[in-house]
């Protein structure tokens, strides 16, 4: 508890000094609620959630996947994981502080995009419920990759194609019938669907973004044994 | 105290360590001396249970929270300032924060504590490392290669810290290519050479052994002598 409240910390300190970072959890939602203020709210054609929905799944693709990625990535080629390990941190408490700050990140992005769309108080619980569910796959997700990784340049290589699948399919999908029933698998599009309408199938869409956590989960506990499980016997 | 025997390790058909045995004292700045691929770090990442040896026993008598560790790589965050760094394990160590203050005193960063670790010169940053090194007052400290790189005013400032931390109790395990720096600063040595000790002792024993003792003890000779190879 202690090393994962000091890794949680230590992320949560850093990120104010990684614009890098920093600028991908403030841009999309800053794109949705100037394209929402701007368009959707001046013109009737459009919905007035459309860029809400759209900037949060790219949010949920774009800034959570590469930043967990990259934060296991180069605290492994830095060897600053090597000096924890050697404090006593477990593998698992390193990535529960450094997973949940990403996460609290995902959470407070997700507040935000709620406040910035028009839902009833029905609607934004569902929006919050999928969003935040979507940031625990992004993360489970991202840790695999960082995990496997060598160093940053290799993990932002593998997290950016996976990021741009999952952030940008259901912007894609809203064009094409056989990409939409194709990207009904991955849970960013689920998101969309709640969003874009609310009466959808609520259940079936919980349980895909799950069945999306659980194929994830399986790649991150490879990944873990074959990289890290030597690294925790220690 | 730390001890080594009949350890080996071999990195596929390529062997490192062919058979080390070796002994350090409670209490005592104990050299590991040999040339760039001899398998110091080699030495040291198995003391400190970061890889496994493939035969032969070793021990360091104390715990990993007892232990400190400064190595070739400093691991440092480099975004945050010297106290954040230092945070972040008294943190984990569940020990006061002001260990870090005073930690950054011991090895004069007083001044940069509030300083981004990238903005410190080389020598402010491995004096960083040294204070992470020592924040929580270890008994055993693996130092690999303290003062490479350093210019000498830096170093001397380590090896002055060095022998206090020893005066206040703790056992210290160095490596260095440095020969000067081992008969100056190490109670005892270790003479290190393609995985295999060469020699051992107190370094003015050694130097008198092979009548290498001009003006200063010259264990440099002594180990060209032993090895045929220079150390730099
Ligand atoms: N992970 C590894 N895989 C294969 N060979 C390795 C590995 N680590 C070290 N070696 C080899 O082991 C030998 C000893 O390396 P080691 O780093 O212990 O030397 P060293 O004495 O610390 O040298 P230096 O003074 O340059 O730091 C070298 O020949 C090195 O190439
Ligand atoms: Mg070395």
Redo the contacts with the bound molecule.
Sequence with gaps: MRSTKAIFIKQAKDIFRNPMILIEFIIFPAVALIMTELIAKTNDAIPPNMFVTMMASIFTGMALIPTMAGIIAEDTERQSLRFLVMAGVKPHQYLLGAGGFVLLAGIIGSGVFTLIGSFTAEEALKFLTVMILSAAASIILGAAVGILSKNQQSAMAASMPLAVIFGFTPMIASFNETIEKAASVLYTQQMNVIVNDFSANFPLAIAVIAANIAVFSVVFAVAYRKKWMRTSAR | MIRMQNVVKN?GA?T?LSDVTFEAHEREIFGLL??????????INILTKQIEADAGEHDTGVTTFETGLML?EDGLYTRLNCLDNLYIFADIYGIPKEKAMQALKKVGLEDAAKRQVQKLSNGMRQRLALARAILHEPRVLFLD?PTSGLDPATARGIHRLIETLRENGATIFL?T?NMEEAVKLCDSVALLNKGKIVEQGAPAEICERYGAIKTVPDLESVFIKLTGVELE
């Design positions: 990195y390529n490192v040999g040339p760039s691929g001899a398998g110091k770090t080699t030495i070739d290669e490596t290519h």
